[in-house]
């Protein structure tokens, strides 16, 4: 059997249809080179097609069986904060850790919320960690907040995982007749707590890592165009691809991410054609990406990977129920906004951006 009725094979195997297969190959193959192989790889006989289904029930069965046995690795989060009692003024050092079973490189959200005892949310930050089976943030914090008990409630979260953590902290008054530290706090820059403010510390700071949590706040990919090292402007790109933007993917230069791109979007990541065709996964009852930015006529083909029905349903469109591995798709030739959902499960929500 030749390298190519192999590849073949296994992309059948894999569940792909001959039409994907085909789309994909003839960029690389002739039409009729790529139908013999088809012919080949899949003409094995009545017998042997027979005893492929039994296999097929058979291992369906073991796989549900194992599947129910496993254990699985859930996304995890901690936080630590070292001293847990600080003068106020002085620095203390919180460190984040992220873990999931994704030994590829991917970013994982992080909101943090700073708390008083009473329950009040002070201050409300949006980042996020880059995570390889596990990933860590450290960060040194010099408080400038009235002494007290506070708290750092600490959600992580992922494209279909959820975790959260907390952490406390004690700041406790200078002691009397100490100068340095009350005179530290008072010469320490003051920065607004708006956009511009956090852009002026990153400015203060050449901190390629505060343009790239920046960027995470503000909703602001232009921001990652400041980031000087091409590790964290990769990351800070990335995080948009996961957050709908698929246009990033052609500016991040790490492998492994630009492969992450490619695996959801097969088509857009390879040709040339003015036809954009991006794929959303329907996994876990939730469409993966959830928002999709692009231009005119783009074409959006949405699979199924869940073992339950859905259907994708949106003013200009509506699919039929579509079984696992079912795909369908749709072509947007004018600019807009188009919000679409799941009619048997209402909460499943996406929407598409036209530009």
């Given at each position: 059997m030749?390298?190519?009725?192999?590849?073949?094979?296994?992309?059948?195997?894999?569940?792909?249809?001959?039409?994907?297969?085909?789309?994909?190959?003839?960029?690389?193959?002739?039409?009729?080179?790529?139908?013999?192989?088809?012919?080949?790889?899949?003409?094995k006989g009545l017998m042997w097609l027979s005893i492929f289904a039994v296999l097929l029930v058979v291992a369906a069965g073991l796989i549900i069986m194992k599947q129910n046995s496993l254990p699985e690795t859930p996304l995890s989060i901690t936080a630590t904060i070292a001293p847990e009692i600080v003068v106020q003024g002085e620095e203390f050092i919180a460190t984040i850790t992220a873990a999931d079973s994704i030994k590829?490189?991917?970013?994982?959200?992080?909101?943090?919320?700073?708390?008083?005892?009473?329950?009040?949310?002070?201050?409300?930050?949006?980042?996020?960690?880059?995570?390889s089976g596990t990933g860590k943030r450290t960060k040194a914090i010099k408080p400038v907040m009235a002494p007290g008990e506070y708290f750092v409630i600490i959600t992580a979260t992922s494209q279909k995982e959820r975790a959260q953590t907390t952490a406390s902290f004690t700041i406790l008054k200078p002691q009397t007749g100490s100068q340095a530290e009350p005179a530290q706090v008072r010469e320490k820059k003051e920065?607004?707590?708006?956009?511009?403010?956090?852009?002026?510390?990153?400015?203060?700071?050449?901190?390629?890592?505060?343009?790239?949590?920046?960027a995470a706040i503000y909703s602001d990919k232009t921001l990652c165009s400041k980031i000087s090292t091409d590790e964290v402007k990769d990351?800070?790109?990335?995080?948009?691809?996961?957050?709908?933007?698929?246009?990033?993917?052609?500016?991040?230069?790490?492998?492994?991410?630009?492969?992450?791109?490619?695996?959801?979007?097969?088509?857009?990541?390879?040709?040339?054609?003015?036809?954009?065709?991006?794929?959303?996964?329907?996994?876990?009852?939730?469409f993966v990406p959830s928002r999709i930015e692009a231009g005119p006529g783009a074409t959006i083909t949405w699979f199924n990977e869940d073992s339950v029905l859905h259907t994708v349903v949106g003013n200009l469109?509506?699919?039929q129920a579509l079984e696992q591995g079912d795909p369908f798709s749709f072509t947007f030739d004018k600019p807009g906004s188009y919000d679409y959902h799941c009619s048997i499960h209402p909460e499943m929500k996406g929407t598409i951006v036209i530009h």
């Open positions: 030749s390298e190519l009725e192999e590849y073949v094979r296994n992309q059948l195997k894999a569940g792909y249809t001959k039409e994907q297969v085909k789309k994909f190959l003839l960029k690389y193959y002739p039409s009729k080179t790529i139908e013999t192989a088809m012919r080949k790889s899949t003409s590829t490189k991917h970013p994982v959200t992080i909101i943090a919320k700073l708390t008083d005892k009473a329950g009040t949310v002070l201050t409300e930050q949006k980042d996020f960690i880059v995570v920065y607004s707590a708006t956009k511009e403010g956090y852009l002026e510390r990153c400015a203060d700071e050449m901190s390629d890592e505060c343009y790239s949590q920046a990351s800070c790109l990335f995080f948009f691809y996961l957050h709908g933007d698929n246009l990033v993917c052609g500016e991040i230069k790490e492998s492994a991410m630009k492969e992450s791109c490619k695996e959801v979007l097969p088509d857009s990541a390879t040709e040339s054609s003015s036809e954009d065709t991006i794929r959303v996964s329907i996994s876990m009852s939730s469109f509506s699919s």
